[in-house]
């Protein structure tokens, strides 16, 4: 219940994050368009256009929180986390867009210089403001971002931060303009734009990754690993697979133990393998932990092991006149065949003749089945 309550908490404060995020671009897209026109300035144009399309960013962010913070389903059992990479997407091919929109507009305009508009102080002070206002924004959605794990969140915070770094160029184009320079306002935008495209392929990139399940950051990887073979009952690990959905990271882990434990123990290593990379990993949502009696991914032998019912058969064919006397038998399937432990009760241990037949016949069995290995007698007291 407490981890319920945890997610809705996380996911009120991102909308949040996202909803003040959204009414600081309204005014900033009005703002920076309006004063860009009236100042003459391309390059505050285009960053409102930037400011723009932050605004669709986060409500990009919002539509995604929502879907995405849906509980697992019978169709959507991992959850719907993937909603924000989707959206993230979404996001990024939209920047590239309207970079490069904003780069072929100005570049145009290049080709005739007397068409180029000269900015006024106006603009220069309208820059100015906009550097504060979206530094102050991207500090605050960045610690909201890392207080949820939020990867869109995190992504949100940059592309207000690029906002800033954007108004910067737009600043010194507009004082170079002033200066004499008449080029240099369309330069910036040109620079603003590539800076908007820039941004919005690296959150395709990102994504993409995501979504075709590539694994972990390697460092990260490592420490799940060492982090794993600390765990007592570990003797080896010889299969790591680990993918990202949303915030949260998935964990496949294929591990050996000791082939002669119980069932039940090899259960409660793998449950300890678990919550414990949970507690000590933040992003990591589940681990799915196969318990393996040994490393059986160089093995060449890939013929169908012997099944307990083809087991019994063999008893009854070679130890057939003991039947009664069975209480049970364990299989032990290793290096490609298997070792069988043979349960009598401690009275048969007592009566020689019946012994050596035992052990004859057990003898004959792992001589004419090639897939025993060997076969041991136990006495139940």
């Known amino acids: 219940m407490a981890e319920v309550v945890d997610a809705f908490k996380m996911d009120k404060l991102k909308t949040r994050a ?3 995020g959204a009414a600081v671009n309204i005014f900033q897209t009005l703002i920076k368009i309006g004063f860009g026109i009236l100042g003459q300035s391309a390059a505050l144009v285009a960053d409102g256009i930037h400011s723009l399309s932050d605004l669709l960013s986060d409500l990009l962010v919002i539509t995604a929180v929502r879907l995405g913070s849906r509980e697992a389903d019978h169709d959507h059992p991992y959850g719907h986390r993937r909603f924000e990479t989707i959206a993230t997407v979404i996001l990024g091919g939209s920047l590239i867009a309207i970079g490069g929109a904003i780069a072929w507009t100005v570049m145009e305009r290049m080709a005739h210089p007397e068409n180029l508009p000269v900015p006024n102080s106006l603009s220069l002070g309208v820059a100015a403001l906009s550097i504060l206002v979206n530094e102050w924004l991207y500090q605050y959605t960045k610690r909201i971002a890392k207080t949820t794990r939020s990867k869109l969140l995190l992504a949100n915070a940059w592309h207000q931060r690029s906002d800033a770094i954007s108004s910067l160029v737009v600043l010194f184009g507009i004082g ?6 008449p080029f240099a306002d369309a330069v910036a935008a040109i620079v603003v734009a590539l800076m ?4 919005g392929l690296n959150l395709m990139l990102e994504s993409i990754k995501e979504l075709v399940d590539t694994s972990l950051p390697p460092k990260l990887v490592a420490e799940i690993r060492a982090a794993i073979h600390e765990i007592d009952g570990v003797e080896g690990i010889h299969l790591l697979r680990t993918r990202q959905m949303g915030e949260d990271a998935l964990i496949d882990a294929h591990i ?7 069932v039940s123990e090899g259960h409660m290593i793998s449950d300890i393998v678990r919550d414990d990379l949970i507690r000590r990993f933040d992003d990591v949502m589940d681990v799915l932990v196969h318990v393996d009696p040994e490393d059986d991914e160089s093995l060449l032998d890939i013929s169908k092991p012997l099944s307990r019912s083809e087991v019994q058969r063999l008893l009854n064919i070679y130890l057939s006149d003991f039947q009664s006397y069975i209480e049970d038998f364990r299989i032990h399937y290793l290096d490609g065949q298997i070792e069988l432990e043979v349960i009598f009760p401690f009275s048969v241990s007592e009566q020689p003749q019946q ?9 004959l069995m792992r001589m004419e089945v090639k897939k025993i290995d060997n076969v041991f007698v136990f006495f139940k007291v």
């Open 18 to 20: 996202s909803y003040v």
């Open 176 to 181: 170079a303009v002033m200066l004499g320079y």
């Open 196 to 199: 908007v495209a820039k941004i």
């Open 256 to 262: 050996v133990v000791d082939p002669r434990i119980t």
């Open 355 to 363: 012994l050596e037949k035992i052990r004859k016949q057990c003898k």
